[in-house]
């Protein structure tokens, strides 16, 4: 079965996927109080995945307080991710990518609470980006901003209203996705 496949029941019933992928030290409360609020515009699940190995089982154990059915990826013994689900939790470093083509957006580690941010994964795989408050002012931010291949948020309630506006029209967020590839190419990088 493809990855995505694995979200069925949830695009039947017209729920939303975010994914927060590679997230570091600190950032997974941002993208839980984000994803919280979205969840009050529209029904849907999470996809978290940490940076590194040694964080997994610690931010799994962490993430309980929310009281969010989760889910994790190496233990889901079923075809699909039961609707009731919230939080789907990636904990294996060899599958991280493989969820950007599931998502209707994301937002990257490292745009949440400072770090490396890893743009090349989600524009190759064609996921739209939205951009935290703590993106580094880069030439490549600057970049994509411009050519309308990303958004950012300069608040983490932005993040919220940036969301919404995806969420309400789907076709925007995939269009800022191409014009991130076209961007990309035109930088003279592969996808």
Same mark, same amino acid.
């Given at each position: 079965?493809?990855?995505?496949?694995?979200?069925?029941?949830?695009?039947?019933?017209?729920?939303?996927?975010?994914?927060?992928?590679?997230?570091?030290?600190?950032?997974?409360?941002?993208?839980?109080?984000?994803?919280?609020?979205?969840?009050?515009?529209?029904?849907?699940?999470? /996809?978290?995945?940490?940076? =590194?190995?040694?964080?997994?089982?610690?931010?799994? =154990?962490? +993430?309980?307080?929310?009281?969010?059915?989760?889910?994790?990826?190496?233990?889901?013994?079923?075809?699909?991710?039961? /609707?009731?689900?919230?939080?789907?939790?990636?904990?294996? /470093?060899?599958?991280?990518? +493989?969820?950007?083509?599931?998502?209707?957006?994301?937002?990257?580690? $490292?745009?949440?609470?400072?770090?490396?941010?890893?743009?090349?994964?989600?524009? =190759?795989?064609?996921?739209?980006?939205?951009?935290?408050?703590?993106?580094?002012?880069?030439?490549?931010?600057?970049?994509?901003?411009?050519? $309308?291949?990303? =958004?950012?948020?300069?608040?983490?309630?932005?993040?919220?209203?940036?969301?919404?506006?995806?969420?309400?029209?789907?076709?925007?967020?995939?269009?800022?996705?191409?014009?991130?590839?076209?961007?990309?190419?035109?930088?003279?990088?592969?996808?």
């Amino acid at each position: 079965m493809e990855v995505c496949e694995r979200f069925k029941e949830f695009r039947d019933r017209n729920r939303c996927v975010v994914y927060f992928p590679n997230t570091h030290n600190e950032e997974e409360p941002e993208a839980y109080s984000s994803f919280l609020a979205m969840m009050r515009v529209q029904m849907g699940i999470m /996809i978290l995945a940490p940076d =590194r190995e040694e964080r997994f089982e610690p931010v799994y =154990r962490d +993430a309980l307080k929310y009281h969010l059915q989760t889910i994790r990826h190496s233990r889901l013994f079923t075809s699909y991710v039961p /609707i009731k689900t919230r939080v789907y939790f990636v904990e294996t /470093i060899a599958m991280r990518d +493989a969820f950007y083509a599931c998502a209707d957006f994301c937002v990257p580690g $490292g745009t949440l609470n400072g770090g490396a941010v890893d743009l090349e994964s989600p524009i =190759r795989a064609g996921c739209p980006l939205l951009l935290g408050p703590q993106m580094p002012d880069s030439a490549e931010r600057r970049g994509l901003l411009e050519a $309308g291949g990303a =958004r950012y948020a300069a608040t983490n309630e932005e993040i919220v209203e940036q969301a919404r506006d995806w969420l309400k029209d789907p076709t925007s967020a995939t269009e800022t996705a191409a014009k991130a590839q076209a961007w990309w190419r035109g930088q003279g990088r592969s996808l």
